[in-house]
């Protein structure tokens, strides 16, 4: 072989390995955001489900400082629950960067879909919940927001 076959055959090569090795970043990245997601999907679906099985009886409180093992930033959501003067707690999402509680009653306005908002929590039938939760993909930035989970919960008597 000579210099200039030598030189052609290193500069080919360098350039496939280069493009092997920014498809398998990029791939990389795609894979954890999708197990990010998935978790994250999974997560709220469970607090969703506990929250709209809870009884009025239960507290729910939203704090963006308190800190857990899992989430050194805080923005927290966690359920209180009081039995027999023994309260325990536990947190249901954590790295919450959005939430809302919502009371409406439950007639419709007309011609929309849309609630009345309900003026007091006597008059409040229906309770629309809406949250977002964000985690680190590479290098501590929020590059992976899941998309709003939101859930209207109706209050029916027992």
């Avoid at 360098?14 to 795609?30: E, P, Q």
């Avoid at 400082?65 to 805080?74: L, M, W, Y």
């Avoid at 309260?87 to 929309?112: H, I, N």
Wanted: charged share 15%.
């Amino acid at each position: 072989m000579t210099l200039v076959e030598t030189l052609i055959a290193t500069g080919i090569g360098t350039v496939i390995l280069t493009a092997v090795m920014a498809v398998s970043l990029f791939s990389a990245r795609s894979f954890a955001a999708l197990g990010n997601y998935v978790d994250l999907d999974i997560k709220s679906r469970q607090a969703l489900d506990l929250m709209s099985q809870d009884t009025y009886t239960l507290s729910y409180t939203y704090d963006p400082t308190v800190q857990t093992t899992n989430n050194p930033t805080g923005q927290t959501l966690t359920r209180t629950k009081t039995k027999a003067g023994v309260t325990a707690s536990k947190v249901l999402l954590t790295g919450c960067t959005y939430l809302k509680f919502d009371m409406f009653q439950r007639s419709p306005q007309t011609s929309t879909y849309d609630l009345y908002t309900a003026s007091s929590p006597a008059t409040c039938k229906l309770i629309q919940l809406t949250w977002v939760c964000s985690r680190d993909v590479l290098r501590g930035r929020f590059s992976n927001t899941e998309s709003v989970q939101s859930a209207k919960v109706v209050i029916r008597k027992q």
